[in-house]
C-alpha cells in the first residue's frame, strides 16, 4: 500500500509543469482599465479616463517561488473636468495694439475679465514605464501570484485640450472707459474655443501591485492573468502652482492681444497624479534552469 501511495506521488510530481524551476521568463503584457490624471480643485467636476498598459517584462527567479520583474512599458492616462468659470485681473494693454490707445490718449493699464460658459478639458498623457517589482508565486499548473514594487514613468507626450465659449471684455483704469465691443484682433468679445496646449510634466514615481493566476500552459509557456493597481506618488506638473498666472483659464497677452495662453484647472491643483486600476493578461517564456 505505502509503494502505491509512493508510486502516485511521484506520478503527481513528474505530472506538474515545472515552469517555476526556470531561471529566466520573458513575457508581453497588456491591461485595460481605469487610467486617469487625478487632480482636485474647488467647484469643478472630474471625470476619471480609461486608458490602457502594455509592455514586454522580464523576470528573474531566485527561488522556485520568488523572481525580481523588470521591463519597459507604456501607460497611457488621460481624464476630463468641466466648470463654469469667470475672473477678473489686472493688466497692460500694449501701446502698438491697443484698441483703447490708438483712439483715446491713454497709458493702456487694463482690466481684463472672461467668462467660460461649457467649459471642458481633457488632459492626456503617454509614459514609458519602468516597473522593479518583487514577485512571489505558488507551486502548481494554476498558480497563484501577487508582485509589488514600484515603476518610473518618463512622460513621452502630453497635452490638453480646452474647449467651450468664452466672452471677455476690459476697463481702461486711466481713463476709465469699458471695453465691451466685439473687437476680436484687441482680445474682447466672443469666442468658440478648442484649443490644444502642448504639456510639460516631471518623471512619475508610482506604487504598483498586481495579483491573480498563473496558468502553466505548457513546460516553458505560461499565461498570466490579473489585475494590477498603480498610484503616483509625486507631482507630475511642472507649472509653478504659486504663479498667480498659472490657474487663469485664460491669459491676456499684450503684445499679440487677439492671441490668448489657454491654461488649465489642473495648475491650481496641489498635486497631479496618475492613477490606474484595471485587468491584466500576460503571456511568459520560461528559459533555462533554476
Request: proline share 4%; charged share 15%; net charge negative.
Amino acid at each position: 500500500m505505502k509503494q502505491k501511495i509512493i508510486l502516485l506521488l511521484l506520478a503527481l510530481c513528474f505530472s506538474l509543469p515545472s515552469m517555476a524551476q526556470h531561471r529566466h521568463e520573458i513575457s508581453i503584457a497588456g491591461g485595460f482599465g481605469l487610467s486617469s490624471l487625478q487632480y482636485g480643485v474647488i467647484s469643478s467636476d472630474h471625470k476619471n479616463g480609461t486608458g490602457a498598459q502594455a509592455g514586454l517584462g522580464y523576470n528573474f527567479y531566485f527561488a522556485p517561488n520568488w523572481s525580481v520583474r523588470t521591463g519597459v512599458g507604456l501607460g497611457f492616462f488621460n481624464a476630463k473636468t468641466t466648470l463654469g468659470s469667470t475672473d477678473t485681473y489686472k493688466t497692460v494693454e500694449n501701446q502698438s495694439h491697443s484698441y483703447i490707445t490708438s483712439t483715446i490718449n491713454g497709458n493702456g493699464d487694463l482690466r481684463f475679465t472672461y467668462e467660460y460658459t461649457g467649459y471642458e478639458e481633457k488632459p492626456s498623457a503617454t509614459l514609458l514605464t519602468i516597473p522593479v517589482m518583487l514577485q512571489f508565486e505558488t507551486i502548481g499548473s494554476k498558480a497563484f501570484y501577487f508582485a509589488v514594487g514600484g515603476k518610473i514613468g518618463i512622460p513621452l507626450s502630453a497635452q490638453y485640450k480646452t474647449s467651450g465659449q468664452l466672452k471677455t471684455t476690459g476697463y481702461n483704469l486711466e481713463l476709465e472707459v469699458p471695453i465691451n465691443d466685439n473687437l476680436p484682433d484687441y482680445g474682447f468679445g466672443t469666442y468658440d474655443v478648442n484649443h490644444t496646449t502642448d504639456w510639460d510634466l516631471n518623471l512619475s514615481v508610482q506604487l504598483s501591485v498586481e495579483a491573480g493566476v498563473k496558468w502553466h500552459l505548457t513546460d516553458k509557456l505560461n499565461l498570466y492573468s490579473g489585475v494590477y493597481f498603480d498610484y503616483g506618488l509625486n507631482d507630475l506638473n511642472k507649472n509653478n502652482n504659486d504663479d498667480p498666472t498659472a490657474f487663469r483659464l485664460i491669459n491676456y497677452q499684450p503684445k499679440t492681444p487677439g492671441e490668448f495662453i489657454y491654461g488649465g484647472i489642473f495648475n491650481g491643483s496641489d498635486k497631479l497624479y496618475p492613477v490606474a486600476l484595471g485587468i491584466t493578461v500576460r503571456l511568459s517564456f520560461g528559459l533555462g534552469s533554476l
